[in-house]
C-alpha cells in the first residue's frame, strides 16, 4: 500500500516507521502517487493541511490521527464529508504513546469509519505488535479522544498538586461521565467511552497530562514547560468544547471547572467541592 503522512510529530514519525517495516511505501508530507493519507497534525489545523491540496485529492482514503475538533467547531468527520465527498475517511485513535510503539511494544488502536473497507485496512496494518479493533462509531471515538486530552489536563492537576488517588479517581470519573453525555448529544454510543479511545486512553501519561501536573504544582498555563512537547491542543480543545456545548445547550460543569482552574484561578480544592 502506497501511504503519504501529513504531520511528522513524535506519532507520525512513529507511524511512518512501523508502516515502512510492514513493506508499506510511505511518503512524508506528500501525497503524490498514494492510495491513503494519514493526517497526523493538530486537530485545529487538519481542515487547512488538506484543504490546501484539495486540488492533488482525488479519491484516496484519508485516515485521521488527529484528535480534537475542526477550527469551525464542527466534528472533523462533518468537516471532511462535506469538503472531500469522493473520499472514504476513517478515524484510526487508541491509547497510543510514540516511543512505546515505536520500540514495538504491544499495542492496541481503535480505526472507525463506514462500510467494510475497514476490515481489509485492518488486515494490511496489524501485526503481531499491534492490534486494530474496528467500530461504526465514528462520533464516538472523535468525542472520546478530543475530551479525553481535556480530562487528562484535569488528572494531571490533581496529580501535580499532591491530592491522592481517591481524589484522582473521582475526578477521572466525574470527567467519562461528561464525555459521554457530550458525545451523546451528537448521536454516540455509549459504550465507546468504555473503550480504547476513551477510558484506556485516559490510562497514559500523556503530554496533557503532563502539563496538568504542571499546573498542579503552581505553574501558569502562560509559562507552561516547553519541553512537555505541544499539549495546547487539549487547551484548545477545552475552549472549543465550551463554545459547542453553549451553541447546543450541554451541560458540562466538569470542563467549565476545568476552565476556571487554568484561566481564572480558581483554587484546587475549591474546585473539587464544586464538583
Known amino acids: 500500500m502506497k501511504i503519504s503522512i501529513l504531520g511528522c510529530g513524535v506519532f507520525g514519525t512513529a507511524l511512518s516507521t512501523y508502516l515502512s517495516k510492514k513493506g508499506h511505501k510511505v511518503y512524508l508530507e506528500c501525497i503524490e502517487d498514494s492510495e491513503t493519507i494519514i493526517v497526523s497534525v ?3 489545523a487538519v481542515m487547512e493541511v488538506l484543504s490546501n491540496l ?8 484519508i485516515i485521521i490521527c488527529s484528535k480534537g475538533f475542526a477550527k469551525n467547531g464542527k466534528l472533523l468527520s462533518d468537516a471532511l464529508y462535506e469538503e472531500f465527498p469522493n473520499s472514504e475517511i476513517l478515524f484510526l485513535y487508541g491509547p497510543t504513546l510514540a516511543d512505546e510503539f515505536e520500540k514495538g511494544n504491544f499495542t492496541a488502536m481503535v480505526l ?6 475497514k476490515i481489509e485496512l485492518k488486515k494490511q496494518i496489524e501485526s503481531e505488535s499491534l492490534f486494530i479493533e474496528v467500530s461504526d462509531d465514528i462520533i464516538g471515538v472523535q468525542v ?4 479525553k486530552n481535556v480530562v487528562a489536563i484535569f488528572i494531571g492537576i490533581i496529580e501535580g498538586a499532591g491530592l491522592g488517588q481517591n481524589t484522582r479517581a473521582f475526578i477521572f470519573s466525574k470527567g467519562i461521565e461528561e464525555i459521554k453525555n457530550f458525545g451523546n448529544v451528537f448521536g454516540a454510543k455509549s459504550e465507546t467511552f468504555l473503550g480504547l479511545t476513551c477510558v484506556g486512553d485516559l490510562t497514559l501519561k500523556s503530554r496533557n497530562r503532563e502539563l496538568g501536573i504542571e499546573l498542579g ?12 512537547g505541544s499539549p495546547q491542543e487539549g487547551v484548545a480543545t477545552l475552549k472549543m468544547a465550551r463554545a459547542i456545548a453553549k451553541e447546543k445547550g450541554i451541560d458540562i460543569p466538569f470542563m467549565n471547572t476545568l476552565y476556571s482552574i487554568i484561566f481564572e484561578d480558581l483554587e484546587i480544592k475549591k474546585a473539587i467541592r464544586m464538583l
Not at 112 to 117: P, S
Request: proline share 6%.
Open 54 to 61: 484539495k486540488n492533488e485529492i482525488v479519491d484516496q482514503r
Open 217 to 228: 504544582k503552581g505553574g501558569k498555563i502562560s509559562d507552561f514547560n516547553p519541553t512537555l
Open 144 to 147: 472520546a479522544s478530543a475530551l
Open 42 to 44: 493538530p486537530s485545529y
Open 112 to 117: 472507525a469509519g463506514k462500510g467494510n473497507d
